[in-house]
């Protein structure tokens, strides 16, 4: 199993540009979800799915977008990127249990790191 | 809104110290609680977790935390630390209110 990836590991655009960041897991995980990791303040959830076809905000979710058409895999796009968003990003997975999102292990990715100039 | 503290934003130790890092949370209810820890160059994974019955819980690699449900903690421990442990180490505090909340992260340096 390859587990939790992503691409690409680094980025730089500038700003107003848009982009994907791509992750897939092969687990076969109901719940995916992304994070974006500033020094300090931990982890923050940005956007969350449930299951193919079904997402939803976290945290901290304005100028970002998701889909999820598979199980495997759930796209974060930046819609016109901000020097706000030059961040680590995390996507994660974990099994749909009797918890919701988050309730149980999470299994992350390598990390994307993006820098908004 | 709910909250997770994490006071020590970086810890120095010598090897064969022992170690305790401090987790609070703000939430009166039902909670899972979680330590994640990045190892440098590595992906977050999971160092333990509590979600109910014996509040002493232990992890991977001789690392153990209690929950004390009237103090909201939920602090990390471990009686000697070695270099390799050198780390990021991250509580997170699960609710089906606030779903997951991560602390800031403590960063933790072992002097060989």
């Known amino acids: 199993n390859a587990g939790v990836t992503q691409t690409p590991k680094f980025q730089v655009l500038k700003t107003g540009q848009s982009m994907t960041l791509q992750c897939a897991q092969d687990m076969n995980h109901e719940y995916m979800s992304w994070y974006r990791q500033d020094p300090g303040m931990g982890l923050r959830l940005i956007h969350y799915s449930v299951g193919a076809g079904i997402t939803d905000q976290g945290e901290v979710p304005n100028g970002y977008n998701v889909s999820r058409s598979t199980t495997e895999d759930f796209p974060l796009r930046l819609l016109s990127a901000a020097p706000s968003q030059t961040s680590v990003y995390f996507c994660?997975?974990?099994?749909?249990?009797?918890?919701?999102?988050?309730?149980?292990?999470?299994?992350f990715g390598p990390g994307t790191r993006l820098t908004v100039l | 809104a709910q909250s997770v503290s994490q006071h020590n934003h970086h810890v120095i130790l010598s090897e064969a110290a022992s170690l305790e890092l401090g987790c609070n949370y703000s939430y009166g209810g039902t909670v899972n609680l979680f330590w994640y820890v990045q190892y440098p160059g590595q992906h977050l994974q999971l160092l333990l977790k509590y979600f109910s019955g014996d509040p002493l819980v232990k992890g991977i690699k001789g690392f153990e935390a209690e929950f004390i449900k009237s103090k909201f903690s939920f602090n990390l421990r471990k009686p000697s630390v070695q270099w390799s442990d050198t780390a990021e180490y991250f509580c997170?505090?699960?609710?089906?209110?606030?779903?997951?909340?991560f602390g800031s992260g403590t960063r933790l340096s072992i002097r060989p």
């Open positions: 994660a997975s974990s099994y749909s249990g009797t918890s919701g999102m988050g309730g149980d292990t999470q299994y």
């Open positions: 997170a505090v699960y609710s089906s209110a606030s779903k997951i909340i």
